[in-house]
């Protein structure tokens, strides 16, 4: 177990409303708990724009609450925050005509203090890893042409341009339950997370994505990713979270530069042991073969030649 700490997670949050839409129906936060847990939010609503606000907004607020006032294990209170999300969404549309069929998609990533990081998502916003060996998508998207996908139907690139890319299987707040999926994976140092709306991954590639979030740190890899998506039309809302683990830590240099010292001088404390040992047995060879060999067929002592080729004694 890795045992990232949370207090060192390097974060940015960045929406847009990108190029076409008139409103931003995205909702994003960040919420922080005692003892150290943190939980990233993205939710992209749907239903008209007062009711696609208003769910995404609501959805990730009653996140918030609920994750302040849980004390479960991780991915019990995930499930608790997005079952609850859903019924207040639920009964808000229920309560008000205006927001009749409003719903949203929630992607929730949660770290804890011991390394483990947990994912929970309803919808097509997406949770991705940025690990040693690549960018890894941890969500599969509830959606037609997520299925399609998996299926091998279609390719990412087909399901991008297809009639039926705005189409999900799962939502928050349209009906009265929710399935839910949960995923957890273990944080390494280093790593980079990633938590967005399909306004960023209908227009930028995974391969694009891996390349930004790798070489820039997260508020700059934020602004890049929204321009990307905004340069290419920007026909959606974008949203984007970049979160950094921090690297394996090291030695402080001045921590380093004392324990090299020390080294040092235990190695040369030791060198001298040795050679006086290794002088010692030489002399007390060549102080017995001078006794029972003649000096001038006599060869350096110490090596076990020597002694073979050494003449009989008189
Ligand atoms: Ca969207």
Redesign the pocket.
Known sequence: MSGIDPSEIDCASLTSMGQVRTSN??YFDVFDAYPGNRLFVVA???GGHRGGATASRLATETIGEVFHATKAEAADTLFEAITTANQCVYQASVDDPELRGMGT?VVCMLFGQDGRVWVAHVG??RAYRLHRDGLEQITQDHSIVGEMVRRGLITDEEANRHPRR?EILRSVGVESEVDIDVAQVVASPGDRYLLC???LT?LVADDEICEVVRDYAPEAATEQLVAMANARGGH???TVQVIAVADARPEPEADAAALAGTESQGSSLRWWIGAAIVLAAAAATWFALGVVASPGSLTAPGSPDSVKEAPPAP
């Open positions: 129906q995205d992209d609503g749907m998609t097509d916003s705005n709306s399909d306004g209908s959606d809302n974008i």
